[in-house]
């Protein structure tokens, strides 16, 4: 069992999570824990050696993004019964590691096995997702993410919490937390690191799809994770909705791809003139391109 940890000044909420894994791993047999630093500021590698001398602390020697900081823990150890990829901020409830596996054991259709995301209210946040469509897109513009994710073919999100039961499956889920089978690492094989942070669990999500292997939720398994990082940073909600782009237009071809683009462009357009800054930027991001700063953090969702 291998459990992959990136980090980017992550300081401040990483004591909770080191103190909650022991916990979580319980039942889970041997496994190694391996936290890749991206080049933190703030002291995170050595508070981690601190707080956890049981785990791997590996510094990256620079922010090269999630993804980058995922292979470079896949590569520590072979994950002889799977690969749990978390968040530093998604706190995992005891014995959860060992119910998201023993879920993926006992059918060999899965590949990807996800906890239920909670709030720190202990509310559930949605977090299965459909896969991107221009439909989806041009829904969300239209009507906007949460009213659009009332209709299959309209939005992306699934907020219904009737869907939340166990085994319910998704196209791809938020990337806090997400168990990985071999079969699905066997597939998919390594993620993605161009996209720097966002969509990259989209990505690895959709090629285990592709493999013909499911995503399944698990409610027996829980992480509490506040998140929200991206809504209120104009840099990574650019970034993530570029990105989104650069996802669709990466399976299909020009004229969809186009017309994805300006779905997400009017999505963005339409909120920039309502006067939210985090849109306009995304727009002009759209427009201009953008390329990531090394010094933006690679260790959040969209929560």
Do not use: C
Not at 31 to 37: C, K, L, R
Not at 42 to 71: C, H, K
Not at 247 to 252: K, M, P
């Amino acid at each position: 069992m291998l459990v992959a940890v990136v980090t980017y000044n992550s300081a401040e909420i990483l004591a909770p999570f080191l103190h909650a894994l022991p916990a979580a791993l319980a039942g889970a047999g041997t496994a190694t824990v391996v936290v890749v630093d991206n080049d933190s500021a703030d002291g995170t590698a050595a508070l981690a050696r601190e707080l956890a001398p049981w785990a791997t602390v590996l510094e990256a020697g620079g922010n090269f993004g999630y993804a980058a900081g995922i292979n470079q823990a896949l590569d520590v150890t072979p994950a002889r019964r799977g690969t749990y990829v978390l968040n530093p901020d998604a706190v995992p409830s005891p014995g959860s590691v060992d119910v998201l596996a023993r879920a993926a054991e006992l059918d060999p259709g899965i590949g990807i096995t996800v906890p239920r995301i909670i709030a720190e209210d202990g509310s559930l946040k949605p977090s299965l997702r459909r896969e991107p469509t221009v439909g989806r897109a041009l829904g969300e513009a239209v009507l906007g993410g949460r009213r659009a994710s009332r209709f299959t073919a309209l939005g992306e999100m699934v907020t219904d919490v009737r869907s939340y039961t166990d085994g319910a499956e998704a196209d791809w889920a938020t990337g806090a937390a997400m168990f990985l089978t071999p079969r699905a690492l066997a597939a998919a094989g390594r993620w993605r690191e161009d996209y720097f942070l966002y969509s990259e669990e989209t990505d690895y999500a959709l090629r285990v799809r592709d493999a013909g292997l499911s995503l399944r939720l698990v409610t027996g398994a829980e992480v509490v994770h506040p998140g929200g990082d991206m809504a209120v940073s104009p840099q990574l909600w650019s970034l993530a909705t570029v990105n989104r782009t650069r996802l669709y237009r990466s399976r299909h071809g020009r004229t969809r791809s186009a017309a994805f683009w300006l779905a997400v462009l009017l999505n963005e357009g339409v909120r920039a003139l309502l006067g939210r800054p985090t849109h306009r930027e995304a727009a002009r991001a759209l427009v201009l391109g953008l390329r990531p700063h090394p010094s933006w953090p690679t260790s959040v969702t969209t929560g």
